[in-house]
């Protein structure tokens, strides 16, 4: 292979990685391909001698970066937040039932909103970017029915930072959590968000959190 293909096929690198990073969802993925995308096109531009491309591409890495580190404090600073709402909101049912096909592609028993569920959004600042549905508690248990982020916020771990929120179940008098998972990948997110598996119920203690976090 001589020299100039080997630069050029650097160039198409280059290419199809800001190309694919524009077609992913996922705000923390993107950034992360663009930057890889953006940082070998800017070899490229120096290997040619072209400027121009050097100083483009540069530039965006240097954005990404700034937004990658970003992502990243506020991840570490309680970038999500819940706040509880009535199960019967108009504007919950219609955030559920929009995305409910593909909800249920990963929850299959996943429900629509009933008047005895216990419902929250998951906000990032004022805007709601989930939903998580749960049985009253009987004797202290509930069960989580619903639990969904839109695609662009799931690579942020707002479940972790819904759950690590103990005051809104402690609101209620809730001392254990119950889910079930019926996909791998549901049973992986609720690993992750400190579930654990009792029999075929992933479970989840929230009264010890609470007395970490009174104490």
């Given amino acids: 292979m001589d020299t100039a293909t080997f630069y050029e096929l650097i160039g198409y690198t280059g290419s199809a990685l800001v190309v694919l990073s524009l077609l992913m969802a996922s705000v923390l993925k993107l950034r992360i391909v663009n930057l890889v995308g953006a940082s070998v096109f800017t070899v490229y ?19 990404d970066i700034y937004y990658l580190v970003r992502i990243a404090r506020e991840r570490a600073s309680g970038y999500f937040d819940a706040i509880e709402v009535p199960p019967d909101s108009p504007m919950l049912r219609r955030f559920i039932c929009f995305r409910l096909d593909y909800i249920r592609r990963f929850q299959p028993d996943a429900p629509e909103p ?4 216990l419902a929250w959004f998951v906000l990032r600042d004022e805007t709601p970017v989930g939903a998580v549905l749960a049985t009253r508690p009987v004797n202290q248990v509930s069960r989580i029915e619903l639990d ?62 609470q007395a970490v976090a009174v104490g």
């Fill in 45 to 63: 531009g120096i290997l040619i001698g072209a400027m121009p491309v050097v100083l483009t591409n540069g530039a965006i890495v240097l954005i």
């Fill in 148 to 209: 969904y982020v839109t695609k662009a916020h799931r690579d942020m771990r707002p479940g972790s930072a819904f759950f690590e929120k103990t005051e809104i179940f402690a609101a209620h008098g809730i001392r254990t959590l119950e889910a079930t998972a019926l996909t791998k990948e549901h049973r992986r997110y609720l690993e992750r968000v400190g579930f654990h598996l009792e029999g075929d119920i992933y479970v989840r203690d929230v009264a010890s959190d």
């Fill in 114 to 117: 009933r008047d005895d569920h």
